[in-house]
Nanobody, 119 residues
């Protein structure tokens, strides 16, 4: 099992910035990809950003140029730097991890952290 613990959510004014962090822990797994999803009230969960081992990160069109995903492999921690936040960025943000063990692929999710952007 991979445990994902998120932090950094909160309330911010439109135009402001926040940084989310997600610490991964768990032995016997090799992390293949980490990313962030979000879910706003009444909407489906959507991909925000994804980073794969050895690949370039992918971003949702709605956050390109404003959000940056990064990873500290030594700490098994990923970050989502969010700038120029908009009201429509308000959502619960979930950390995601795809990990491999014995050639099998597994998906793991964090508990979610609330981001609220106010006017």
């Amino acid at each position: 099992q991979v445990q994902l613990v998120e932090s950094g959510g909160g309330l911010v004014q439109a135009g402001g910035s926040l940084r989310l962090a997600c610490a991964a822990s768990g032995s016997e797994f090799s992390i293949n990809a980490m990313g962030w999803y979000r879910q706003a009230p009444g909407k489906r969960r959507e991909l925000v950003a994804m980073s794969t081992s050895g690949g370039s990160p992918n971003y949702a069109d709605s956050v390109k140029g404003r959000f940056t995903i990064s990873r500290d492999s030594a700490k098994n921690t990923q970050y989502l730097q969010m700038t120029s936040l908009k009201l429509e960025d308000t959502a619960v943000y979930y950390c995601y991890c795809n990990a491999l063990r014995n050639l099998n692929s597994y998906d793991f999710w964090g508990q979610g952290t609330q981001v609220t952007v106010s006017s």
